[in-house]
């Protein structure tokens, strides 16, 4: 039956296996899609990171624990680990982007189904869906998932009065 013979290949080239190993939890943000994004915003935090994959002078690991620290007056790029608290990264993402001067860009999976889209990315000021699969960490093979671009600039957004402007990328 062809389809059956297209669902193999597809899990062979999207190997499912690693989204749910505690790799995946450090999944870093391709280089030049990062560059991309910096030369527009100037990040100057990232709270979620190591010392080895640090995108900005000023980040959070995991033992300061980005999700407890004060991000106020900074343009902040987060790549949350990818795990079951993903929801907890868009509260603080959009919480701390009401916050005087902060902007928060989020990369994340687009999982549209989730209660945390529908919470936190639908109030975003800009959504910006990604053609095409992501290749994290250098690696060559892409994502199983589909990725975009949260922006929170102002903390006006409403999912009904003022829903969040869409692009591609
Ligand atoms: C998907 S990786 C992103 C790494 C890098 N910032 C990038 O964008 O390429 C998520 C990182 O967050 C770190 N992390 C996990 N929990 C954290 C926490 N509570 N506070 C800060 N960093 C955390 C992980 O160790 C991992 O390095």
New binding site residues.
């Given amino acids: 039956m062809p389809w059956v013979q297209q669902t193999e290949v597809k899990v062979k080239k999207h190997d499912t296996r690693v989204l749910f190993s505690s790799k995946s ?5 391709p280089r030049d899609f990062f560059h991309k994004l910096d030369s527009q915003f100037n990040f100057t935090l ?5 010392s080895h ?3 900005c002078s000023k980040y ?3 033992d ?4 407890e620290q004060d991000w106020s007056g900074n343009k902040v790029f987060v ?4 795990g079951r608290g993903i929801g907890r990264w868009f509260q603080k993402a959009y919480e701390e982007s009401l916050k005087k001067d902060t902007t928060v860009v989020m990369l994340i999976p687009a999982r549209t189904d989730t209660k945390y889209w529908h919470k936190y990315a639908m109030k975003a000021d800009e959504i910006r869906l990604i053609k095409g699969r992501l290749k994290f960490g250098g690696g060559k093979n892409s994502a199983p998932f589909p990725s975009a671009v949260i922006v929170f600039s102002s903390g006006a957004g409403d999912p009904v009065e003022n829903p969040p402007k869409l692009a591609v990328m």
């Fill in positions: 939890m450090e999944w870093a943000t990232d709270p979620c990171a190591r994959n640090a995108l959070f690991t995991p300061e624990d980005g999700l790549n949350p680990p990818y």
